[in-house]
């Protein structure tokens, strides 16, 4: 089986290193920078072991990656995957699996539009690792895994989606639970709206063009008013789900999943996360101190490819939710 990775950030490398490292399959790699990657490429575990893996191809052009692979995996921002989408599409063999290693960011919406209409497609819920290159090309760090993946499969009898996940189960040596439909993997009640609800607080209204003295840590300065927009937001998220064909109960509300009560006690809770702790508010230092830096993934995926779709599935089923829409207009307005 061949498999090619179709970008090289940090899980591109880690993902691509540890399948070929395993065995578990031939892989191929797409990447803006090919003459960057040498063989073996490095994974350092979180056990302290180094697996060394040979990627059997690398190149920045579709046709010399993409055909002869049985599964595609996405590992790009959400702001790449149309174009990407578009460069691989007349490469893609018959039968061949097209997926997203993170699918919030609007994948199958765009998938769908401009694949087949009968081309298979998955999707996970959440990344597989937690990954940062150490230095590019060369080695990588798996920082951490999931103890379960949950993917979507489209386009595929159910004997094939349960295969799929089957298969997927072998390459990350994790229970792969198959959920619902493509609604499951693609809508959820993280970063979509809890970094858009942090940079509405930080940056919007009265805080409209502020400059600051330092930069602002996102997790760690988290704010009550802050809480009580994401409480807001995950009110109104929810009332979408209720017309969708998803299991009741497939994703916890914000309060249940930071195991909180209230805006004070979550924004206590979003404060004292240890994995949070360090993690800066985007922002950039000016003459005159620090301001919203608004080229920042926080921006240019957040909104237009997370919380975008959000409102754009809610705006289909005519469900109002005033306060995601007044937070994504905002957000859009920031990248013109």
Known sequence: MTVCICGSGALGHVIAGYLAAKGKAEVNLL?????????????????????????????SKPSEVIPEADIILFCYPGFQNRSALLSIKEHIKKGAFVGCVFSSTGFFFEATEILKADQPLFGFQRVPFIARVEEYGKSANLLGYKD?????????????????????????????????????????????????????????????????????????????????????????????????PVRKGFLPRILDYYESRDAASLAAKLRSIKAFKGIKAPMKLTDKGWVADYSSRYFTEDFPYGLGYICKVAHEHKIKVPTLEKVLSWGLSKLL
């Open 31 to 59: 990447s803006s920078k090919p003459e960057l990657w040498q063989n073996p490429l490095l994974i350092h575990t979180p056990e302290g072991e180094d697996l060394k893996a040979s990627i059997h191809k690398v190149s």
């Open 148 to 244: 379960s993946l949950n993917v979507a499969v489209e386009n595929v009898e159910e004997r094939e989606k349960l295969a799929f996940a089957e298969c997927l189960s072998n390459f990350f040596e994790r229970p792969v639970n198959l959920l619902n439909n493509f609604y499951e993997a693609s809508l959820t009640n993280s970063n979509p709206i809890l970094h858009p609800a942090r940079l509405y607080d930080l940056f919007a209204e009265e805080n409209e063009g502020r400059i600051y003295p330092q930069q602002i840590l996102f997790y760690e300065d988290w704010s009550i008013k802050a809480a009580e927009l994401l409480i807001e937001m995950d009110r109104e998220f929810f009332k979408v789900l209720e017309v969708l």
